[in-house]
């Protein structure tokens, strides 16, 4: 039975399956062996440094408790003190009080003793002796030739006074009196023996071993005792730097050790073996399954083009080779589809304009064939072109270019979708950044060109306006006959659209004649700007209604939308020439109509009721400004009469708002508001202010009594008057009187 592809490669790649398996397996052994190793060296770092840390911390408080009973205990100063005896006996019995107390305490310490320079004497626990008649002369002659003091001594060999023989200990010298003395010395003696069982209790004999070094390399601990190195592998070493001690740790089963990393090296060759085994496998069996993919290869290689000079690859990548050449062929054809599209794009855009402008038409019938922007429809009775504008300003700048190739994008294809849906053919594309122009090809030609096109444009424009939320203003063409004339249909439409402020922007309109000719028209409007400006220079209110007659007059006569923007400035330049120099608040307020201010907003401006509205709002407020300015220049000459009238009648006591307001024909409070503007003070004390100082003057020059001389200032009795003088003197009438004329 012929085997099928599927199962012939499943025989041939599932035994190299196994096989990876099983290399997989046996790694992942090796892995864990080599983590194994890795984890029992940490392990044994971590021993090893637990028990350099707790020797050098047992060591170093034992060094810290002798010296703090050095510091704290006095007898050890008084004997080294020269004006004591030579042998104190409270000082030194106090002394082997102490040094028992510390040997006692700690059971590290084997023996203490102080050593005298000035006479060579030793105190020890046992008494006085001579430092010659000892065993630790050549320990102290050797200390004593040290310029540093360098901690614990390396292993040396101890015998005390009354004993017979040596024994190991490390000792500790250190000068006194404390700190930097130089009179003596003290020596703590380490028993080695003592040392030896701390560390016991620290290390498992069974697993590990741990051998401890002084400074001079001198074994100082061996947890092995007899065994030899063969036995032992040696995993961490450690220094402690404040003994200058090292220590060594590793395992005892070292054999064990070695045993296990051979097998996973054994392990590693037999992967590697059989990784290559099956390389050479696949190898065979993909030679024998590939025969016809290395003909295919070999039609592919005949057929790739090759320089003169460039020989073919003697042994190519057959799947590279095949990859890039599929990749090459799909590349190739994607690129000549983009570039043949954007050709096309290109010279239709091209033909579209050459159309509309009315140039090189010479064989726009053999380009129209060849582009086909109709899509297969070629025979029309007539044509006709709308001409759209886009309603937006700033809006469409804010937009990035993408944004807006895409918006353009969708209008493009939403006209020709109307259009198809009213069996038309129709071909757009954009003329200008907001322009897009329409030309449509008709089967058969309107009866009445007016209203069937009109329609069909404010169909397209409600469309776009009410799911788009798009404004555009449509201009509709003459409908012609034949190609070479469709630029005059063009012009007609375009013409309509320089008229969208006369027409308005939210309708289409076709073409239209201009009757009267522009000149005509401004000497018209030059007449109106004048009767308004001299309304609004008279202060009447008749202004307002010559603006509406003005705008009214602009859509009666359908001006272009450039003619509006110029008679609009030379209306507001006229009224800026008129009314500039009156005063500074109105001068302001004419500034705004400058670089980025009124005239620069009607220009931004495509609604004719917009800029009415913009120009109506700004004329009203310099018209308030204009008022406000001349009223206050005519009631200023009015308020000096107000004040000639109140200092010739103040002794009048019905003097008030009220009497000037019926006096002058003014409201009182608005003179009040004057009065203030004036002479910044209100009435009341204007008029107080006055009487006081007449009443001050008749105080002085005359004999009359308090209540004659209020009467005479316009007050009806002396108390209201002595009220209002103390208020603005300080002091009653009475008090000025006698102040004056004692």
């Known amino acids: 039975m012929k085997r099928s592809w599927y199962s012939r490669m499943l025989f041939s790649y599932f035994p190299v399956f196994l096989l990876v398996v099983s290399v997989l397996i046996f790694l992942a052994f090796m892995i864990i062996t080599e983590l194994s190793r890795s984890e029992t060296q940490k392990a044994n770092y971590i021993s090893t440094s637990y028990i350099a840390d707790t020797v050098e911390r047992t060591l170093s408080d034992v060094q810290l408790s002798v010296l703090d009973e050095v510091e704290n205990n006095y007898s050890y100063n008084d004997f080294f003190d020269p ?61 004593s030739q040290q310029q540093v003091q360098t901690g614990w001594s390396p292993v040396r060999m101890y015998q005390p ?75 961490s070493t450690i220094r402690a730097d404040s003994l200058g001690w090292t220590f060594e740790s590793g395992l005892r089963a070292g054999r064990l050790f070695d045993w296990i990393s051979v097998i996973s090296y054994i392990w590693l060759v037999i992967g590697l073996v059989t990784i290559a085994l099956g390389v050479l496998y696949i190898i065979y069996i993909t030679r024998r399954n ?51 599209y954007e050709n096309l794009l290109i010279r239709r855009r091209q033909l579209f304009l050459d159309i509309i402008s009315g140039e090189r038409l010479k064989d726009v019938s053999e380009r129209l064939t060849a582009l086909d922007p109709f899509e297969g429809k070629r025979e029309f009775d007539a044509f006709v072109v709308f001409a759209a504008e ?31 849906e009213n ?89 239209m004649d201009r009757q009267e000719e522009p000149g005509l028209q401004s000497y018209k409007y030059f007449g109106n700007f004048t009767q308004l400006v001299r309304e609004f220079r008279l202060s009447g209110e008749n202004w307002r209604s010559r603006l509406e007659e003005i705008f009214a007059s602009f859509r009666k006569d359908r001006l272009k939308d450039e003619e509006i923007y110029m008679l609009l400035e030379v209306m507001l330049q006229a009224l800026e020439q008129e009314l500039r120099g009156i005063s500074e608040s109105l001068d302001r307020q004419l500034a705004l109509t400058g670089t980025g201010g009124l005239q620069e907003q ?76 004036e002479f910044n003070m209100k009435f009341v004390d204007f008029l107080a202010e006055l009487r006081v100082k007449k009443a001050k003057e008749l105080l002085d020059d005359t004999q009359d009594s308090i209540q004659d001389i209020a009467l005479q200032v316009g007050y009806a009795n002396a108390i209201t008057f002595g009220r209002v003088f103390k208020r603005f003197t300080g002091m009653t009438p009475g008090d000025h009187r006698k102040l004056n004329h004692p």
């Open 83 to 143: 004006a004591k005896a030579a042998y104190p006996g409270d000082s030194s019995y106090e002394i082997v009080q102490s040094m028992n107390r510390l040997v006692e305490r700690i059971s590290l310490i084997d023996s203490i003793y102080i050593y005298r320079s000035k006479d060579r004497q030793v105190l020890s626990q046992s008494g006085y002796v001579d430092l010659d008649l000892t065993h630790e002369a050549a320990y102290i002659d050797q200390i």
């Open 161 to 235: 006074r009354n004993a017979k023989a040596e024994y190991p200990v490390v000792s500790l010298a250190r000068r006194l009196p404390i700190p930097l003395g130089s009179d003596g010395y003290i020596v703590v003696n380490i028993s080695v023996y003592r040392l030896e069982r701390l560390v016991d209790g620290l290390t498992s004999g069974e697993l590990s071993f741990v051998r401890i070094k002084d400074s001079a390399g001198t074994l100082l601990y061996d947890s092995l005792q007899t065994s030899g190195d063969d036995n032992i592998r040696k995993l």
């Open 290 to 340: 590939y025969r016809p993919i290395q003909q295919l290869m070999v039609r592919i290689q005949a057929l790739q083009p090759h320089g003169k000079n460039e020989p073919a690859a003697a042994n190519p990548d057959e799947l590279a080779l095949m990859h890039t050449a599929l990749d090459s062929l799909v590349q190739l054809t994607t690129d000549y589809e983009r570039e043949r």
């Open 390 to 420: 886009l309603n937006v300003g700033d809006e469409l700048k804010v937009l990035s270019r993408q944004e807006q190739n895409l918006l353009k994008f969708a209008l493009t294809s939403v006209i020709s979708d109307l259009m198809a």
């Open 423 to 511: 069996q038309l053919q129709a071909w757009s594309e954009w003329v200008s950044g907001q322009r897009l122009a329409v030309l449509i090809g008709l089967r058969h030609r309107p009866s009445d060109d007016n209203s069937q096109l009109l329609e069909l444009a404010r169909g397209c424009h409600s469309w776009i306006l009410e799911n788009l939320r798009l404004s555009l203003t449509f201009g509709v063409g003459h409908t012609v006959d034949r190609l070479q004339d469709i630029h005059l249909s063009y012009t007609a439409a375009a013409g309509v659209l320089s008229h969208r402020l006369a027409l308005g922007t939210e309708i289409a309109a076709v073409h």
């Open 602 to 677: 009607i220009r931004r401006s495509t609604d004719l009721e917009e800029i009415k509205e913009l120009l109506t709002g700004w004329l009203n407020e310099t018209y308030h400004v204009y008022v406000s300015v001349n009223e206050l220049k005519s009631h200023r000459v009015m308020i000096k009469e107000v004040k000639h009238y109140i200092e010739d009648n103040y002794a009048n006591p019905d003097l008030s708002l009220n009497h000037l307001s019926e006096r002058f024909q003014i409201s009182g409070k608005y003179a009040s508001y004057l009065f203030k503007e």
